[in-house]
């Protein structure tokens, strides 16, 4: 609702995302980079298949994965897990300093 511009009759003009601070991403936990370079990885992730990949219990999985998406850091569509595309760009470069991504 904020970044609402204008509203006309059929359409919702929504402000630039350039004044959007993403600095939070430099505080994610490390276990949650790797979480996040797996669903990028593998183009999104289900709970089992997390908890496979990881060796995880599914109760951890569900734990790691809801975290990320009540960050808004990853969205769920039906039932797999993706990296949220508005910040997308913004985690693959920090992924990328942090040598996690090449």
Known sequence: MQSTEKV???????KSL?????KFI????KSKYLAIR????????SIENYARLF???TEN???????????GIVIKK?????????????LITYLKKLNLLS
């Open 8 to 14: 006309t009759d059929d359409t919702i003009f929504i």
């Open 18 to 22: 350039r004044d959007v601070d993403l």
């Open 26 to 29: 430099e505080s994610i936990s």
């Open 38 to 45: 797996a669903i990028l990885i593998h183009n999104g992730l």
């Open 55 to 57: 060796r995880v219990s």
């Open 61 to 71: 999985s569900s734990h790691v994965l809801n975290q990320l998406f009540n960050d």
């Open 78 to 90: 039906d039932g797999v897990f993706y990296v949220n595309f508005l910040i997308y760009s913004q």
